[in-house]
Structure formats: C-alpha cells, structure tokens
C-alpha cells in the first residue's frame, strides 16, 4: 500500500481513532529513540545509561518531533513533496526532483529537531542546573546544546523514519479496532504524563535527575 492509499484510509477513521493512532506512533518512536540513544552510548562509552529524563524507556523529544514533522511536512512521499516531484515530466526529471525533494525535507526536519534539542537542552540548565546532554566534546557545537554532526544526522534519521516507517505503522494502526486503541493511547498518555510529573518534582527537590539504576 502506497502514502497516498495510507493517507486516505487514515483520514477515513474518525477524529478519536486518528489521535489513538498518532499517539500510539508517538509512543513508539520515543521508546525506538531511547533503544537508539542507550545502545550507541554503551558501544561508544562501554557502559550502560539511562538516557533521557524518563524513567521509563522513552525519549519522548524523537516522538514530539517526527509527529511535529507530520504535521507541518506530511512524509517525503506525501502532500507536497509529491506534487514537487511528480511534476517533471521525465524519468530523470522527476528522479532529480525527489532527491532534492528528500535532501529538502532531511533539512527541515533536521532545523525542528535541533531547535526541540536547543530549546530544551536550555531549559533543564537554565532552571535545573540540569544537563540532559552535551556536545562539548564535539567540533561544531554551540554551547553544548546542539552540534552539526547530530544535527545532519537527525536529519538523516527523520527522513529515513517518515520515508519508510511512518506509513506502514499508520497502515497498521488503522486496522486495529478502537477498542483496543483507546485502552492503549490513554495507557500511554497516563504513563508518560505521570513519569513525567514524578521526575519533574524530583528534579526540582532535588536538583539532580532520578536514576533508578
């Protein structure tokens, strides 16, 4: 099944079964991003950490964004970005335009999920004394907050997700009865929102993160 068939069996659900969905794919790429972020800190590092501010295994910035994506940029495959390169005429005309179409949409996202980083990198120092991360050891950064390295590869990374993830976990999503959808999206929404709170407080009593292990 193609975007576009995608697409349209998804605007077919109804406006509860499409925020399910939505925040079921949230969900996911938040724990794909804590999986990400643990596994190249211990092969990098040697040792395992619990990445993120979540006790649970979500980093819930690689969910915000790419659903944040979908909702200004659709999918490299969808909405505008299809009109783009279906326009040549030519094979190689429309060749040329999908990769610059790609290269195009590689950038925006990669520009959201710097300034998500950024901004919140900012906030945990500038209120908690907090760093989440740090890029000092990198060329490139500012401030510590943000690097070009991991920007491109955020960018990198978001196309590849939209382009070949995003889709066919909609597909599936939508034939999933409501019944078990909603059940999961507010188990989701209660999970994060309360792991949340918990390590908000703690953070602000005190002054340091809470690490389970």
């Known amino acids: 099944m193609n975007a576009l068939t995608t697409d349209t069996l998804y605007k077919t659900q109804s406006g509860g079964k499409r925020a399910c969905i939505l925040t079921v794919i949230t969900a996911l790429c938040s724990f794909a991003g804590w999986i990400a972020e643990t596994t190249l800190f211990y092969i990098w590092y040697g040792e395992f950490v619990d990445r993120g501010l979540l006790t649970l295994p979500l980093c819930p910035l690689y969910g915000l964004s790419m659903l944040a994506a979908y909702g200004i940029l659709r999918t490299p495959q969808s909405g505008l ?13 429309k060749t040329a335009a ?11 996202t990669a520009l959201f999920a ?19 991360w740090s890029y000092n050891s990198y060329d490139n950064s500012f401030g510590g907050y943000i690097c070009l390295q ?4 955020w960018g990198m990374l978001a196309v590849t997700f939209m382009g070949l993830v995003w889709h066919p976990l909609m597909q599936v999503l939508s034939h999933v009865d409501i019944a078990v959808l909603l059940p999961a999206a ?12 918990f390590n908000m407080f ?12």
């Open 98 to 108: 999908f990769l610059l179409s790609v290269l195009l949409y590689a950038l925006l």
């Open 114 to 132: 710097t300034a998500a980083e950024f901004l919140t990198g900012v906030f945990y120092y500038k209120k908690f004394g907090v760093r989440l």
């Open 202 to 213: 703690y953070l602000y009593i005190n002054g340091k993160r809470f690490m389970p292990f």
């Open 81 to 93: 970005w299809k009109k783009l390169y279906s326009k040549p005429k030519t094979k190689g005309g």
């Open 150 to 153: 991991y920007s491109l590869l």
């Open 186 to 197: 507010l188990t989701v929404i209660a999970l994060m929102s309360g792991d949340f709170i």
